[in-house]
């Protein structure tokens, strides 16, 4: 196992108010705490061990794949046959993901990728976030507000577009792990592109979505032109209509036999920036050309829950941080409940509020840790994580108010995540994304490629929340080069003899959150096949709204009413709490599994 990250220069400058503002927060870490490194955790042996529950055997022994969408899947499954790695397929049903998945991710998009190694122990992470592009600054919404703009500029058209890192995501972890040329991991995506695919009834649905938002903001109509006709046909696709973008083809196969050399100079970025400037964005083929994705250490924090390590992704994503943190809070309750064998009362109450936790931590001190201070180091301390337990209280439901602070009140289907294993027992989970369903909704007709829009994932103004209703902080605002505060989770679990158990990671904005950590702890404590975890309905909460987002049944047999009574509320959502992929590694195999929720399906051999 890879050492921990150092935090030595992204400490908070100013500890002090660190203190204070956690000290808001019910409790907080001590000075010393602070200035610690590492997560190191305490002894826990004996009776802290919970017991073992494991159900249903699985038939893949040599290697599996969870994407959301079959024919992404099988991909993945042939470039294993053929002798790739879990890094090779990856990059295949990546690529392939953003042709069958256009409205959720793709080459104009972002994302993150966790790999760990069962053989020699590494763990491995790649930022290909989005970056703000040149041109913007704090208040560069509020400002295009008050001089007339669109109220959703940070949603719809060039200016919520940012940087693409996926192109560049793709070749560098092909560089440092991939093992079979590009060129073969690149032609099944491009093939689809060129032949054209069935859509599915979720394809479908994102295109009623589409149509709807063009409904209801006219001036969406002209930005989404080429979206509309080229993936939508105008509105006609139904499930099993023929879809195909011959130009991404050409742009796939390009980029298999050029390199990364085309996405970097001439007609691609030309035609992008050209594309992004017509509605009024920053974006620029210089911008595009010098993206660089980076490696970075994962977040490896041994026992993050009853003994496992979790193998996750840094800030910019907050999502690794949240798992954490929610799991060693869950972690406090199951201990002292007991260990129960089934979820019940006391344990959803318990989960519900370690989340409202989490996200206020998240709102407060999240961002890009390369402009802002962000104290990951403190915020992951056992201790600290203990202490925060410590403040739920077992039979009342505390408002969001009281957990976060009094001075900052405040439909997704624009991600995908992957799951890989291969036979030796290489463990890949990578997010990928273009935010909002069909991102910008920009795209270009010579490239193929639609746009991102990741700028909404800033803070675009102060106090209110944003796609997806989250509250952040002014450390999360728009810079030139800034990455947006991400929720993306791409996790690993570890057992404490270094063997893969778990593989997860979500669509689904905040939700990502609250659905991967649900179905982890499906895997790993409930005894759930992947299956069974992916299936069984889920709870959500992001601290602000105040109220628990909830699936059909998530509420138990009493609907509710036990919750009600502690006082927590309920929101009603038409949408699922996330979409998960995942594997669970039993002593028979790998059991891959894709969330019903958006009609993928795994595949293994
Ligand atoms: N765009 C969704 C996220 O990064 O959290």
């Avoid at 610690?36 to 042996?45: E, K, L, V, W, Y």
């Avoid at 190694?117 to 008050?146: C, H, I, K, Q």
């Amino acid at each position: 196992m890879s050492t921990p990250p150092s935090d030595e220069k992204r400490t908070h400058p100013d500890r002090r108010q660190a203190l204070s503002r956690l000290a808001l927060l019910g409790t907080a870490p001590s000075a010393l705490q602070l200035l610690m490194t590492g997560c190191s955790s305490p002894d826990r042996a004996g009776t802290d061990t919970p017991p073992a529950r494991l159900s249903a055997s699985t038939p893949y022994r040599n290697g599996a794949v969870a994407a959301d969408h079959p024919i992404a899947s099988a991909i993945g499954v042939d470039i294993l046959k053929a002798g790739g790695n879990a890094v090779d397929a990856a990059i295949a049903v990546n690529a392939a993901l953003g042709v069958v998945r256009p409205y959720s991710c793709g080459l104009g998009g972002g994302g993150f990728l966790v790999m760990y190694s069962e053989r020699d122990g590494n763990a491995w992470a790649m930022n290909a976030r989005e970056t703000a592009p040149p041109g913007v600054w704090e208040s560069y919404f509020v400002d295009l507000r008050s001089s007339g703009g669109p109220a959703e500029a940070s949603r719809y058209g060039g200016h919520a577009i940012a940087v693409p890192g996926t192109p560049s995501g793709l070749f560098l972890a092909h560089a440092r792990h991939g093992s079979l040329p590009m060129k073969d991991l690149l032609a099944p995506a491009a093939r689809v592109a060129r032949d054209g695919f069935p859509a599915d009834d979720h394809f479908a649905n994102a295109v009623e979505s589409l149509r709807r938002t063009r409904e209801r903001l006219p001036w969406t109509k002209t930005i989404s032109k080429w979206t509309w006709t080229q993936w939508c046909h105008e509105g006609a696709v139904r499930a099993g209509t023929l879809v195909k973008n011959p130009a991404l083809g050409r742009t796939l196969e390009r980029l298999g036999t050029e390199g990364i050399s085309a996405w970097r100079s001439g007609e691609i970025p030309k035609g992008l920036a050209r594309a992004a400037r017509a509605s009024g964005g920053k974006l620029n083929a210089n911008a595009i050309a010098g993206y660089r994705a980076s490696a970075c250490t994962p977040l490896v924090i041994d026992d993050a829950f009853a003994g496992d390590t979790l193998v996750t992704m840094p800030p910019p994503s907050s999502g690794g941080i949240a798992l954490a943190q929610i799991l060693g809070m869950h972690e406090e309750h199951l201990r002292q409940a007991g260990w129960p064998s089934a979820p019940d009362l006391a344990s959803n109450h318990q989960l519900v509020e370690a989340m409202k936790i989490a996200f206020a931590l998240r709102a407060r001190y999240l961002a890009d840790p390369d402009f802002a201070p962000v104290p990951t180091e403190a915020l992951l301390e056992p201790a600290y994580i203990e202490e925060l337990a410590t403040t739920i209280e077992p039979d009342r439901a505390r408002t969001a108010k009281e957990i976060g602070l009094a001075t900052q009140l405040p439909e997704d289907r624009g991600t995908s995540h992957l799951c890989v294993i291969d036979r030796e027992r290489t463990a890949v989970a990578w997010t990928s994304t273009i935010n909002g369903t069909f991102g910008s909704l920009v795209g270009d007709p010579v490239s193929g490629v639609l746009l991102n829009n990741e700028m909404d994932d800033f803070t675009t103004s102060l106090g209110e929340g944003n796609l997806f209703g989250l509250r952040q902080s002014e450390w999360n605002a728009p810079e030139p080069g800034k990455q947006p505060l991400s929720s993306m989770s791409p996790s690993i679990m570890v057992d404490e003899a270094g063997r893969v158990r778990a593989i997860a990671g979500a669509s689904g904005g905040p939700r990502i959150i609250s659905g991967t950590l649900q179905v982890l702890l499906g895997m790993r404590y409930w005894g759930r096949s992947a299956s069974e975890a992916i299936s069984a309905p889920r709870l959500h909460h992001q601290w602000m709204p105040d109220a628990i987002a909830w699936e059909d049944d998530a509420r138990g047999p009493d609907d509710g009413s036990a919750l009600e009574g502690m006082g927590h509320q309920f929101e009603k959502t038409s949408r699922g709490i996330g979409v998960v992929q995942a594997i669970r590694v039993a002593d028979s195999g790998f059991e891959p599994a894709s969330d019903p929720r958006k009609g993928g399906t795994a595949a293994g051999y």
